[in-house]
T-cell receptor, first 116, second 115 residues
Framework: AQTVTQSQPEMSVQEAETVTLSCTYDTSESDYYLFWYKQPPSRQMILVIRQEAYKQQNATENRFSVNFQKAAKSFSLKISDSQLGDAAMYFCAYRSADSGTYKYIFGTGTRLKVLA | NAGVTQTPKFQVLKTGQSMTLQCAQDMNHEYMSWYRQDPGMGLRLIHYSVGAGITDQGEVPNGYNVSRSTTEDFPLRLLSAAPSQTSVYFC??????????????FGPGTRLLVL
């Protein structure tokens, strides 16, 4: 069975600085998706970034980028120029690309604090 | 386009009561899921559906039932509420088979307190 591990329960970053959140996963599959979701205090789950495993290039979305290391099964999120609005829980998630499977596996989350 | 909607936002139940959490999406998505979120445990999948008339169990299905009679609606039924079911419940949907659009869209959540 697949697992997703976020080993940092909490992180802090100074405003305008850069922070990296870690995520590792375990799977025997070769084709899958990886996601980072943000959950602010409003509880709404917001997609930050997605990565398809067959793509070598790391995904980027404005200030958010990932470091996808397929062999190491690592999928870290880098937030550049951190802003106060980035403070939230961040969840890493995995989903098999097998069209017969529709199960997302979530990590336990990392709470990010942004210091003014 | 409302996206994924959930009702109610908050509910208090007594042990043994039953209730249905409603979820609807207006994006014509094939896939829908129910999760519960507990402190320190992330989101855990309860049940999911890959189309009308098709449902399957997730990681924590005990005590919950689902059905999917239409593409739009995916209600979650608590048969006999227990304090262990106190949680925040999220419904989510995704397009399904279109690979390049694979992303889950979440509802705002329902907070459930079982006394």
């Amino acid at each position: 069975a697949q697992t997703v591990t976020q080993s940092q329960p909490e992180m802090s970053v100074q405003e305008a600085e850069t922070v990296t959140l870690s995520c590792t996963y375990d799977t025997s599959e070769s084709d899958y998706y990886l996601f980072w979701y943000k959950q602010p205090p409003s509880r709404q789950m917001i997609l930050v970034i997605r990565q398809e495993a067959y793509k070598q290039q790391n995904a980027t979305e404005n200030r958010f980028s990932v470091n996808f290391q397929k062999a190491a099964k690592s999928f870290s999120l880098k937030i550049s120029d951190s802003q106060l609005g980035d403070a939230a829980m961040y969840f890493c998630a995995y989903r098999s690309a097998d069209s017969g499977t529709y199960k997302y596996i979530f990590g336990t989350g990392t709470r990010l604090k942004v210091l003014a | 386009n409302a996206g994924v909607t959930q009702t109610p936002k908050f509910q208090v139940l007594k042990t043994g009561q039953s209730m249905t959490l409603q979820c609807a999406q207006d994006m014509n998505h094939e896939y829908m899921s129910w999760y519960r979120q507990d402190p320190g445990m992330g989101l855990r999948l309860i049940h999911y559906s890959v189309g009308a008339g098709i449902t399957d169990q997730g990681e924590v299905p005990n005590g919950y039932n689902v059905s999917r009679s239409t593409t739009e609606d995916f209600p979650l039924r608590l048969l006999s509420a227990a304090p262990s079911q106190t949680s925040v419940y999220f419904c989510a949907s995704s397009p399904g088979r279109t690979r390049t659009r694979e992303t889950q869209y979440f509802g705002p959540g329902t907070r459930l307190l079982v006394l």
